[in-house]
């Protein structure tokens, strides 16, 4: 079975500065997606940026960059100039398209983003 | 906007008490997902139906039950529920299974759960 990972439950960043989140994942499949969501306290969980398996290119929404590992299974999330509105609960996701789970998402614990003005 | 919508915001029931969390959505996608989501724990799937197919994930108790009159509609019955079922309940929705956009889930703002 799949299992994702965030080894760091909280982190902490500076108005306008980089932070990067980490994760991890297990699988032996070759075709999935990866997916970042943002929970702001209280308020739905958003999608921030995906990622195909089988592209090489890493995924960029903006302010968001990913660093895709895909032999490490590493699927981190770095946030560029961070702004106030970026605190929120980050979870890492995995998607297969594979059998009985297909389409079936499988969330990190998370990690909780704080902003410093 | 097309959105998912889910109502009530929060609801309140007593232990062993039947009750009912409704989800709706405007994007007309096939397939309509619920969460349970812990405090600070990640979401965990309970079950989806892909239009009138209903999947139940192995582990999701026996009382927790769904239904889906209709492609815009999808409810979340808990038949006699526990103090351990006190949590935010999350609806997804997506357009569909397969790979390319249809595999991107977007959720609504939850449910939270309180029982006394």
């Known amino acids: 079975a799949q299992t994702v990972t965030q080894s760091q439950p909280e982190m902490s960043v500076q108005e306008a500065e980089t932070v990067t989140l980490s994760c991890t994942y297990d699988?032996?499949?070759?075709?999935?997606?990866l997916f970042w969501y943002k929970q702001p306290p209280s308020r739905q969980m958003i999608l921030v940026i995906r990622q195909e398996a089988y592209k090489q290119q890493n995924a960029t929404e903006n302010r968001f960059s990913v660093n895709f590992q895909k032999a490490a299974k590493s699927f981190s999330l770095k946030i560029s100039d961070s702004q106030l509105g970026d605190a929120a609960m980050y979870f890492c996701a995995y998607r297969t398209d594979y059998g009985g789970s297909q389409g079936n998402l499988i969330f990190g614990k998370g990690t909780k983003l704080s902003v410093k003005p | 906007d097309a959105m998912v919508i889910q109502n009530p915001r929060y609801q309140v029931t007593q232990f062993g008490k039947p009750v009912t969390l409704s989800c709706s959505q405007t994007l007309n996608h096939n397939v309509m997902y619920w969460y349970q989501q812990k405090s600070s724990q990640a979401p965990k799937l309970l079950f989806h139906?892909?239009?009138?197919?209903?999947?139940n994930e192995a582990d999701t108790p026996d009382n927790f039950q769904s239904r889906r009159p209709n492609t815009s509609f999808c409810f979340l019955d808990i038949r006699s529920p526990g103090l351990g079922d006190a949590a935010m309940y999350l609806c997804a929705t997506s357009r569909g299974l397969g790979g390319g956009a249809s595999e991107t889930q977007y959720f609504g703002p939850g449910t939270r759960l309180l029982v006394l």
């Open positions: 699988t032996s499949e070759s075709d999935y997606y």
């Open positions: 139906y892909y239009d009138k197919d209903f999947n």
